[in-house]
T-cell receptor, first 110, second 109 residues
Framework: NAGVTQTPKFQVLKTGQSMTLQCAQDMNHNSMYWYRQDPGMGLRLIYYSASEGTTDKGEVPNGYNVSRLNKREFSLRLESAAPSQTSVYFC?????????FGAGTRLSVL | QKEVEQNSGPLSVPEGAIASLNCTYSDRGSQSFFWYRQYSGKSPELIMFIYSNGDKEDGRFTAQLNKASQYVSLLIRDSQPSDSATYLCAPGGDYKLSFGAGTTVTVRA
């Protein structure tokens, strides 16, 4: 089993460009999450989806949108990237309160 | 006040010593508590969870929970160089975890 798969692993964008980060899990989990991690800030929740068809804002949702495409897939979209969105992005799925993380996407916005 | 506060690091301990990590949280409704380990450049992985007051031991790791004081700790006994990582405390809530900023531990040989 692959667990939680994120693509791409690295990305460089110019200010104003858009992109979508993809996440898929093969563990049949209902809940999925998007976090960003900045130095000294820990993991901050951007959006989450408690179940297929639902999404909710987390701590830092501004500048992002999400789509829960089906039970397996949860994508994160940056419509107009800004340098402040330079970060490492982690997707996670959860079962029995235990979260399983993808390998992360390292995003730089110039 | 942040939801989750962890003792500031970095924490440097000699090999074989005990590393003590502390975490306080503000949400009195939290019922479950998780410790994740994150190696540099990698994603977090779960190492311990605890639901009840008291101690829970798993190998060289012991988690301690005091709900009345809103305090959870992690002890790493007989620290090894492979324990060098950042440790994240995460109280659980409805569908969500709140992560602390993490404490970086360095075990020196």
């Amino acid at each position: 089993n692959a667990g939680v798969t994120q693509t791409p692993k690295f990305q460089v964008l110019k200010t104003g460009q858009s992109m979508t980060l993809q996440c898929a899990q093969d563990m049949n989990h209902n809940s999925m999450y998007w976090y960003r991690q900045d130095p000294g800030m820990g993991l901050r929740l951007i959006y989450y989806s408690a179940s297929e068809g639902t999404t909710d804002k987390g701590e830092v949702p501004n500048g992002y949108n999400v789509s829960r495409l089906n039970k397996r897939e949860f994508s994160l979209r940056l419509e107009s990237a800004a340098p402040s969105q330079t970060s490492v992005y982690f997707c996670a799925s959860m079962a029995k309160n235990i979260q399983y993380f993808g390998a992360g996407t390292r995003l730089s916005v110039l | 006040q942040k939801e989750v506060e962890q003792n500031s690091g970095p924490l440097s301990v000699p090999e074989g010593a005990i590393a003590s990590l502390n975490c306080t949280y503000s949400d009195r409704g939290s019922q479950s508590f998780f410790w994740y380990r994150q190696y540099s450049g990698k994603s977090p992985e779960l190492i311990m969870f605890i639901y009840s007051n008291g101690d829970k031991e798993d190998g060289r790791f012991t988690a301690q929970l005091n709900k009345a004081s809103q305090y959870v700790s992690l002890l790493i006994r007989d620290s090894q160089p492979s324990d060098s990582a950042t440790y994240l405390c995460a109280p659980g809530g409805d569908y969500k975890l709140s992560f602390g900023a993490g404490t970086t531990v360095t075990v020196r040989a």
